[in-house]
């Protein structure tokens, strides 16, 4: 007995589906041969009992016969020919044999009725099966007799019970044929699935250093290729995760040792106003850095969870970039790196605008830290099509290697963990991008620079423009300079 479960299910459906369909076949094939069997006795007596009427018809006009040497001349072997009349009465037969009844089976009114009658049964007193075929006798024109052909189809019968073992028997081999094929593939089936799911239990226990051993097939391949490659990236996020929260620990480690440090040397006293101002303001620049990485970590938790909200309105590119070259140009002086702006004038995009600030300084602030001393960073932005804005932030600074420019996008990925940061920044203006509908690609050479390209929607310009900061910003005297002569 198979237990229940797959196994099973695969086996009986089979076998069941097969059976049908064996049984459907030997019922049509027996119906057949049967029929050909039985069609052949009728035919050979229609045949024999033709002739007898044709002869009887010519011969009586010329010569008449008597009817028992018209038994005599058309007797069958194992046959036995009957004249009766047409109500069904024996008048002669070619056995001799003349039963006191009369004969009232199928045949006998189909052939009064101008036919040829047949019928299949059990005789009579004998019990016997046989088949009687019948026709009418005329003379001169008018109905006179019956004449009957009684065969019996025991042998007959016989045969095609010989016939339906036959078929029974093939039918049973087969059937055994296929049960064992159908465990076969049961068990091709279900023991890759027992592996998979004993796997499976096993890192759902937390053991994720187990995979899937075994080159299956097909989907169960495929299965099995994508547990093992859900449990290699649930080890790698694990490491990042660990990654992560050691950079991240260290990150907060460090704003904090120093305001605890300038805080318990202020409280102490004794310090003049100066030294007490440099102490307040590095206290004041790491608790920037400490709101700076808590809001990164919130906005990644709310991309994580889909929970971001976005306030869509029209943006001006141009008015967006300066906000972003004046936001980092000081960051900019003290490396000596030039912000150069390149925008076509009119460039609205629909957005969020303190979004898309984000992202953009995001990537401006990067280029400003990967970039050499004196080197310039440019903005440039351009209608890529009658849809959509290209806006590039692109600098020649030290570049990203192609290993490491496939993983840049990656979450808690730190191209170099001694320039610190979360390693979200750029996760997080990836999805903020596609958050508006746009793209955003990174192309880098080590030590020649990058250049990361956003493409985002068009839109109509407004009276009601959401821009940043538009007009009532001033831009640094250098960088203004550089910019009207370029754009």
Not at 258 to 284: Q, V
Not at 357 to 372: P, R
Not at 452 to 465: D, G, I, K, M
Request: proline residues 2%; aromatic residues 6%; glycine residues 8%.
């Amino acid at each position: 007995m198979i237990k229940k479960g797959m196994r099973r299910q695969i086996v009986l459906h089979y076998i069941l589906v097969v059976f049908l369909a064996l049984l459907l076949v030997e019922v049509i094939f027996l119906i057949v041969i049967r029929t050909y069997y039985y069609d052949s006795i009728y035919t050979r007596i229609t045949t024999q009992i033709s002739q007898a009427e044709y002869f009887y018809r010519v011969t009586i006009r010329d010569s008449p016969i008597s009817l028992q040497e018209l038994l005599r001349s058309f007797e069958l072997k194992d046959t036995e020919l009957q004249v009766l009349t047409l109500k069904g009465d024996m008048i002669t037969s070619s056995t001799g044999f003349q039963p006191d009844r009369t004969i009232t089976t199928s045949d006998v009114p189909e052939a009064v009725g101008g036919g040829i009658g047949r019928w299949v049964g059990r005789q009579p007193g004998t019990n016997e099966n046989v088949m009687a075929v019948s026709k009418v006798l005329q003379i001169h024109g008018r109905d006179a007799y019956v004449l009957r052909y009684v065969t019996s189809v025991e042998g007959v019968n016989a045969d095609l019970f010989n016939v339906t073992l036959i078929s029974v028997g093939v039918g049973m081999a087969v059937l055994a044929v296929v049960a064992a094929f159908s465990f076969g593939l049961a068990n091709s089936i279900i023991k890759p699935l027992n592996n998979i799911t004993a796997v499976s239990a096993q890192m759902a226990r937390g053991k994720f250093n187990v995979r899937i051993k075994g080159d299956y097939l097909y989907e169960i391949g495929e299965l099995a290729s994508t547990l093992n490659y859900l449990a290699e990236e649930i080890v790698r996020s694990n490491q990042i995760k660990d990654d992560f929260i050691s950079s991240i620990s260290h990150e907060l480690r460090t704003p904090l040792t120093s305001i605890k440090g300038w805080s318990e040397t202020l409280i102490s006293g004794g310090y003049d106003p100066e030294e007490t101002k440099l102490g307040m303001s590095i206290i004041s620049k790491e608790s920037d850095r400490l709101i700076g990485l808590v809001e990164e970590i919130l906005d990644f938790s709310k991309l994580h969870q889909n929970e971001m909200k976005l306030s869509i309105g029209t943006v001006g590119v141009k008015e967006l970039l300066q906000e972003i070259i004046l936001n980092l140009w000081a960051k900019a002086e003290k490396k000596s790196i030039r912000l150069v702006l390149e925008a076509e004038e009119g460039i609205y995009v629909r957005g969020d605008a303190n979004r898309l600030k984000q992202v953009f300084l995001n990537l401006t602030d990067n280029a400003v830290k990967f970039s050499h001393e004196g080197s310039s960073i440019m903005l440039s932005a351009c209608r890529a099509d009658d849809e959509e804005a290209e806006i590039v932030v692109q600098d020649s600074g030290i570049g990203i290697s192609q290993d490491h420019l496939n993983r840049v996008k990656d979450r808690f990925f730190q191209v170099d963990s001694l320039n610190g940061g979360t390693g979200l920044g750029l996760a997080i203006s990836q999805q903020l991008v596609e958050l508006h509908g746009g793209t955003m690609e990174i192309n880098s050479e080590l030590g020649k620079g990058t250049r990361v390209t956003v493409h985002l929607q068009l839109a109509e310009p407004s009276p009601a423009v959401e821009t940043v900061g538009q007009e009532s910003l001033p831009m640094p005297e250098e960088n203004h300079d550089q910019e009207e002569g370029k754009a």
